[in-house]
């Protein structure tokens, strides 16, 4: 069973250790003594924990889409040059980044400070996970 020590866990979940232990105090987050006496939580809670906390901001556009990968977010950056563009979004702690058309920029008015939405729809995702944490 995998197991976080309170201050990985405050990174995976973006917050500071103490609100980590706040949540522990408030019995909202289980966690107990590893054998070497640290305070740990079991990586199965620690991960329902995350998806039940994870606010996503709603999607503006009211669009229904098959894609169910919608990160809403700030553009952050728009580098255009006469053919196509790289647009910065960030949406929460994640940056995406999307190459499309200038024409396209220009169409959806993209700059920095819009609001917008990116839709990824992709046949292939890959997931890798660090040595030693299976």
Known sequence: MPQFRL??????????????????????????????????????????????QAEQPEDPSN??????????????EVITDKVMAQVELQCGPHRVVSLMSAEAVRELGLRPGVLAVAVVKATTVVIETPEGSR
């Not at 866990?9 to 609100?19: E, F, H, I, K």
């Not at 669009?63 to 952050?76: D, E, I, P």
Request: net charge positive; glycine share 10%; no cysteine.
């Open 63 to 76: 669009v229904g889409r098959s894609a169910r990968n919608r990160f809403v977010g700030l553009v952050t």
């Open 7 to 52: 201050s990985e866990a405050a990174r995976l979940l973006g917050v500071s250790d103490d609100t980590v232990r706040r949540w522990v105090r408030a019995g909202q987050l289980s966690a107990f003594d590893d054998s070497a006496g640290r305070k740990v939580v079991d990586g199965a809670e620690l991960a329902a924990f995350a998806k039940a």
